[in-house]
């Protein structure tokens, strides 16, 4: 079976998710697409030099693949709520050696332009946008360059917008996906609705293609999907302990131990991101404000800290509520299980 989406033409549908930070290494991208899936690079916190880099690695594989942007408009942080913050979490950094009174926020928009230019000037199959739908123009010269696109959305209203845009396809998210969520909206609640009923909800409103996203950690999850429609799925916290993966030590020990609740938190970054339960999202979420990438910065020195001393309690450990799937395997064998078992 070979399953039709904007841009790629995959043997098995699915798809490893772009998972910034580095858990995504151009090796998994690579594995995925030799799987007969498709990997996307991400292009998230990473400089425009460093992202061609990535793109000209996984290119040398001589294998399909996307790549993904953080899509303006950030989320602007109140300077006050700010320095609260700031003070809140010195406990936390001084535990680390560290300092984070006297920071002021630092409010970016990721390279946006930088890197849209260096992708018309060196297309690639597919570009995916998560936070934000890029103006129609963009859409427009992306696919003058060859490209096509894929937006994220996490309601059905988004889904108007982004098929508004001109995007040629939807990744629909739902709120069990691991990481960042996608929504357009990070100040409101995320939609508590089951992936199938989420799939629904957009393919009612929209005639495009989608994909599915956001707790898939079994065959069951990859056909329910396929039955609601999804031309394919895309997987992300089920790869993380994947041979080909980056994800640290300290992380997968945490996901293998499989004693956490997954939670969502704006603690460590200022928008809704799902991860494993520990004692940095306790202390503060309910404290956090909004404000990204401001306070996705403000705490990235305690974060990277954490990492180095090998503390999970202090440690942004980004999980879906399938993670406990995961498995210490090659990717292909994750693929694997996900296809054939899904009675393909």
């Known amino acids: 079976m070979r399953t039709p989406l904007p841009g790629l033409d995959l043997a098995v549908p699915l798809i490893a998710a772009p998972m910034a930070g580095g858990a995504s290494t151009t090796a998994l991208v690579a594995a995925a697409a030799h799987a007969g899936g498709a990997g996307f690079v991400p292009g998230g916190y990473r400089t425009p030099d460093e992202l061609a880099e990535q793109i000209a690695a996984v290119r040398a594989a001589g294998v399909p693949f996307g790549v993904n942007l953080f899509a303006p408009p950030p989320v602007p942080v109140d300077p006050d709520a700010f320095r609260r913050y700031a003070d809140d979490l010195e406990p936390d950094a001084e535990t680390l050696g560290l ?14 332009r930088a890197k849209l230019d260096l992708l018309l000037a060196d297309p690639v199959p597919v570009v995916s946008f998560t936070f934000g739908i890029p103006e129609r123009r963009t859409v427009t010269a992306l696919r003058r360059a060859g490209t096509l696109t894929w937006q994220t959305v996490t309601d059905p209203t988004e889904a108007l917008a982004a098929a508004d845009a001109g995007v040629d396809a939807l990744i629909v998210q739902a709120a069990a996906a691991g990481g960042h969520s996608g929504t357009l909206s990070p100040h409101r609640p995320l939609p508590e609705l089951r992936l199938t009923d989420l799939l629904a909800a957009v393919r009612a409103r929209t005639g495009l293609p989608t994909l599915a996203a956001g707790g898939i950690g079994t065959a069951a ?3 329910a999907a396929g039955r609601a429609g999804a031309a394919a799925v895309v997987v992300g916290t089920v790869l993380l302990r994947t041979r080909e993966s980056g994800t640290s030590a300290t992380y997968r020990a945490a996901l293998a131990e499989g004693r956490r609740d997954t939670v969502l938190t704006r603690a460590f970054t200022g928008r809704p991101a799902r991860g494993l339960r520990n004692d940095f999202i306790d202390r503060n979420t309910a404290r956090a404000p909004l404000g990204y990438p401001a306070i996705h910065h403000l705490t990235a020195p305690v974060r990277r800290a954490a990492a180095a001393a090998g503390d999970p309690e202090r440690l942004h450990l980004w999980a879906g509520t399938g993670y406990r799937h995961a498995r210490e395997e090659p990717l ?3 693929f694997r299980r996900l296809y054939q078992g899904a009675g393909a």
């Open 221 to 223: 999850d990859v056909a």
């Open 332 to 334: 292909a064998e994750t």
């Open 99 to 112: 300092t984070l009174r006297g920071n002021t926020p630092v409010e970016d928009d990721d390279h946006w």
